[in-house]
């Protein structure tokens, strides 16, 4: 199973990559990390008391993640896939039979805390290169129309997440297939060279 890993602070586009990735090569599917949140009343309490919650691993559901991403390596297929909602706090679980898998993508602010769970693995590791301006006015009208922010409580968010990030300490260089990706380069030729996927 080929593993494709793309990281990148909020906002970035990860999301956006990795659907059109999806709609470029054929038999993958996409594990995003922002799926995989704890829930229940101590993580509701969590995010209420500790600055930046959901821009920390304590509120990443890493053994839901694990389970999953392990299933579709052994088995090469998917069965089920988890939607987190931001307004109640909650995760729904609904049935989506995927086979033939040959690639997974594993995108999401927290894929640099996972990253030394992918080393043995056939990887190519993605991190977007962005502006800081145009992420904030993104996630800002994000979180105001998806999530029920006020204006002021996004754009302090939002520059909680972002030194979050960039404040992470992880070893993507020692990946072979490491790219900064940018309008300068053709992710998706690099993509197909290197893990050889199928249009």
Known sequence: MKIIIISGPTGSGKTTLSNQILKRFKNGIELSTDNYYK????????SKIIDGYFDRRISFNYKLFKKDFNYILKEGKSVN???YNFKNKSIKKS?????????????????????????????????????????????????????????????????????LYYGKNCNSINFLNFLVSSKKNDIYIELKNKLNLNT
């Open 39 to 46: 829930t229940g009343l101590i993580s509701k309490l969590l």
């Open 81 to 83: 896939q988890f939607t």
């Open 95 to 163: 049935y989506k039979k995927t086979i033939n898998l040959e690639y997974i993508i594993v995108e999401g602010i927290f894929t640099k805390e996972l990253l030394r769970n992918f080393h043995k693995h056939n990887c190519f590791f993605i991190e977007l290169e962005t502006n800081k301006e145009s992420c904030m006015n993104r996630v800002t009208n994000r979180d105001i129309n998806e999530r029920g922010k006020c204006k002021q409580l996004a754009e302090k968010d939002f520059l909680k997440s972002w030194n």
